[in-house]
C-alpha cells in the first residue's frame, strides 16, 4: 500500500511539472501557426512592434525572476535577514530611470539590437565589442540558470538531473524557434502565473502550520531576521540600506536600462505610452515577487528556528532549503510538490526563453545584416535557425556548468560586473554629448578591467564574516544527533591573503562590482574624449558613407515615431518621418 501510494505521488508530481512544459510548448506552436505569413525577421523577433502593455509587463517581470530567485532569495533571508526588501526602492528608481532617461531613446530609434545605438554614436567596433561581452555572458548565465535550480532539486526531490535540464531546454528552445517573440512574452506570462501559485502553496501551507502570520513575524523578529533598520554606510558591508538601494539600483538599471532581453520587449510596444506603461505595470510585478520570497524566507525560518537543516546536515547547501521545505510541508499533499518545482522551472524557462531570443535578435542585427545582404524573408529563417542554435549552446553551457564546481558562484558575479561597464558605455552615449569613440572604448575596456579585477578578487579573498555578518543557526530543537563538521558558509580554502587588499578593496560589497564599473567607464571616457579629438555637440552623428540611416530605418516598424529631439539627432540630415 505504502509503495502504491508513493508511486501514485510520484506520478502526479511529474504530471503537474509536465502540464507546465505541455502548455509552454503549446503556446509556441500557436503563435507559430497564427503568424505563418510573417515574412520578416522584425516580425518574428520584435513581434511586429504591435505588442500591448500588460503582457510585456508581465514578460520583464518574469524574465529575470529565475529560479535562482525562486530558491535563493528565501534562503537569502532565512541565513542574512530581510533587509533584501529593500530592493523594493531600488526596483522603483529603476523603472523611473528606464523609462525616462533610455527607453525614449532606444523606441524612438525604432532598432532591434540595443547594440545598434552604439555605431549610431560611436562606432562599428564600440557596437561589436558590446555584442560580444553581451552574448557571452548570456550563454554562460544561461547555462547556469538551467543547471542550478536542476542541481538543488534534484538533491532534494530526486527528481532526474539531466531530464530535467534537457527538457527544459528542449521546449524552451522550442517554443523559441518557433513562435518568437510572441510566444516568449506569452509563456512568460503563463510561467509568472506559476511562480506567484508555488510561492503561495508554501506560504499558505506555512502559516497554516505556524498559526498565523503573526507568530511567523514574531519568530523573524526574534531571530533578527527583520533587520531593517541598518544604515550603516560601510562600503565593505555586504548588505546594508545603502549597499542594496544603491548598489542594487546600478544592477538594475543595467538590465532594465541596456539588456537586450528586457530593451527588446518594452520596444516591441505599439506605442512609447504603452512601452512606458509596460515598466510601470512591471514594477508591481517585481515588488509582488520580492514581497513573496522575502516572506517565504520568514516562513522557512519560523518552521526551522529551533532545527536548522543546512547545519544538521538534511541539505549539503543553502538552495536546497526551500526544496527541503516543500517536501517537509506539502510532502501529504498530492501535486503541490509539482507545483512548486513547476514554479521553479518557470523561473527558468522565462529566463533562458528571453536570453534565446535576445541572443538571436543581437547576432542578427549586428553580426549579420551590417556584413550580409538577405531578404526579409532569409533573416526571418536565420532567425529561426539562431535561436535553435543558441539552445543547444545553452543546454551544452548548463553541461559544462556541472563540471565547474566552485566556480558557478563566480560565474554569476562575473555576469553581474560585466554589466556595470556597459552601462556606463550607453550612459556616456546619452548624456554626455561631447564623448566620442576612442573615450567610449577606453572607458569600457578600463571599467570591464577593474570590475572583473574585483570581482574576482572577492571570489579568491571572500569577506570576513564580520562584513557578511550571517544570523545565527540552530539544531538544538532537532531530534537527532548531527555530524556535520562543514565550515561556515562565510570560510574560504585559500590560507593566504593580501592584507591592503583584501581586507579593504576585495571586501567591498558585491552589489558595489556594478557602480564601480560604471563611474570608471564615465570617468575614463570622459577624460579620454577631452584630451582627444574634436568636441561634438550632437548624441548621433549620422556620417556619410558609414551609416545610411533612412535605408536602414524604412523597412523597420515604429520609424513613424520621431527619433530625438533636435539636440540629440539633427533631423533634417535623415528623413525619418515625424
Not at 533578527?224 to 562600503?235: A, H
Not at 567610449?440 to 575596456?445: D, E, H, M
Not at 580554502?493 to 579593504?504: E, G, H, K, Q, V
Request: aromatic fraction near 12%; charged fraction near 10%; glycine fraction near 10%.
Amino acid at each position: 500500500d505504502l509503495a502504491c501510494r508513493k508511486v501514485c505521488f510520484l506520478c502526479v508530481y511529474y504530471v503537474v511539472f509536465a502540464l507546465m512544459l505541455v502548455v509552454s510548448a503549446a503556446v509556441g506552436v500557436y503563435y507559430a501557426w497564427a503568424d505563418r505569413g510573417q515574412r520578416s525577421s522584425g516580425d518574428f523577433l520584435m513581434g511586429g512592434r504591435r505588442l500591448t502593455a500588460l503582457p510585456v509587463s508581465l514578460s520583464l517581470t518574469a524574465s529575470f525572476m529565475s529560479a535562482i530567485t525562486v530558491l535563493s532569495n528565501p534562503a537569502e533571508v532565512y541565513r542574512y535577514g530581510a533587509n533584501i526588501g529593500f530592493y523594493g526602492l531600488s526596483y522603483v528608481m529603476t523603472m523611473v530611470v528606464t523609462s525616462e532617461v533610455f527607453l525614449p531613446v532606444f523606441y524612438r530609434l525604432a532598432i532591434t539590437s540595443t547594440y545598434e545605438y552604439l555605431e549610431l554614436r560611436f562606432n562599428r567596433a564600440t557596437r561589436l565589442l558590446g555584442t560580444v561581452l553581451f552574448i557571452v555572458q548570456t550563454i554562460l548565465y544561461t547555462g547556469i540558470v538551467i543547471y542550478a535550480p536542476a542541481l538543488a532539486l534534484n538533491q532534494v526531490t530526486g527528481m532526474d538531473l539531466w531530464g530535467a535540464v534537457i527538457s527544459t531546454g528542449v521546449v524552451c528552445t522550442f517554443y523559441c524557434t518557433m513562435g518568437g517573440l510572441k510566444a516568449v512574452v506569452w509563456t512568460d506570462v503563463f510561467q509568472l502565473g506559476v511562480m506567484l501559485a508555488g510561492f503561495l502553496s508554501v506560504i499558505i501551507r506555512s502559516v497554516v502550520l505556524q498559526g498565523g502570520v503573526f507568530p511567523i513575524i514574531s519568530d523573524s523578529q526574534q531571530g533578527g531576521r527583520l533587520n531593517f533598520l541598518d544604515f550603516d554606510t560601510n562600503p565593505l558591508r555586504r548588505h546594508t540600506f545603502w549597499t542594496i538601494t544603491v548598489g542594487g539600483t546600478f544592477v538594475w538599471i543595467s538590465i532594465y536600462g541596456i539588456n537586450q532581453a528586457q530593451v527588446q520587449r518594452y520596444i516591441s510596444c505599439k506605442s512609447l505610452t504603452h512601452a512606458r506603461l509596460s515598466l510601470y505595470i512591471n514594477l508591481l510585478g517585481l515588488l509582488s515577487i520580492l514581497l513573496c520570497s522575502v516572506f517565504a524566507g520568514m516562513c522557512l525560518y519560523s518552521v526551522y528556528k529551533n532545527c536548522d537543516p543546512w547545519t544538521a546536515g538534511l541539505v549539503s547547501a543553502p538552495d536546497q532549503l526551500m526544496p527541503y521545505l516543500v517536501m517537509d510541508i506539502l510532502g501529504d499533499y498530492p501535486g503541490l510538490p509539482g507545483l512548486f518545482v513547476a514554479a521553479a522551472y518557470s523561473g527558468s524557462l522565462s529566463t533562458v526563453s528571453s536570453s534565446i531570443n535576445a541572443l538571436a535578435a543581437v547576432t542578427v542585427e549586428d553580426l549579420i545584416k551590417p556584413y550580409i545582404n538577405m531578404s526579409e524573408k532569409h533573416l526571418s529563417w536565420t532567425s529561426k535557425g539562431l535561436s535553435l542554435i543558441y539552445g543547444v549552446l545553452c543546454i551544452g553551457m548548463a553541461g559544462l556548468a556541472s563540471l565547474m564546481g566552485g566556480i558557478l558562484q563566480a560565474a554569476i558575479s562575473i555576469f553581474g560586473v560585466i554589466g556595470g561597464p556597459l552601462l556606463g558605455l550607453f550612459t556616456l552615449g546619452i548624456l554626455c554629448p561631447f564623448a566620442n569613440s576612442k573615450g567610449a572604448l577606453s572607458g569600457l575596456l578600463s571599467g570591464l578591467v577593474v570590475s572583473l579585477w574585483v570581482g574576482i578578487g572577492a571570489q579568491i579573498y571572500p569577506p570576513p564574516p564580520k562584513m557578511t555578518r550571517p544570523l545565527s543557526l540552530t539544531t538544538e530543537g532537532c531530534n537527532f544527533t548531527t555530524t556535520d563538521t562543514r565550515f561556515p558558509s562565510s570560510c574560504t580554502i585559500f590560507s593566504t591573503s593580501s592584507p591592503l587588499l583584501a581586507d579593504n578593496w576585495y571586501s567591498l560589497s558585491y552589489l558595489y562590482f556594478s557602480p564601480i564599473g560604471t563611474i570608471v567607464a564615465i570617468s575614463v571616457g570622459l577624460l579620454v574624449s577631452l584630451f582627444t579629438g574634436t568636441v561634438t555637440y550632437s548624441t548621433i552623428s549620422l556620417r556619410s558613407g558609414k551609416l545610411d540611416l533612412t535605408r536602414d530605418r524604412e523597412k523597420k516598424f515604429g520609424s513613424a515615431n520621431p527619433a530625438f529631439c533636435d539636440v540629440e539627432l539633427d533631423l533634417t540630415k535623415s528623413s525619418i518621418p515625424t
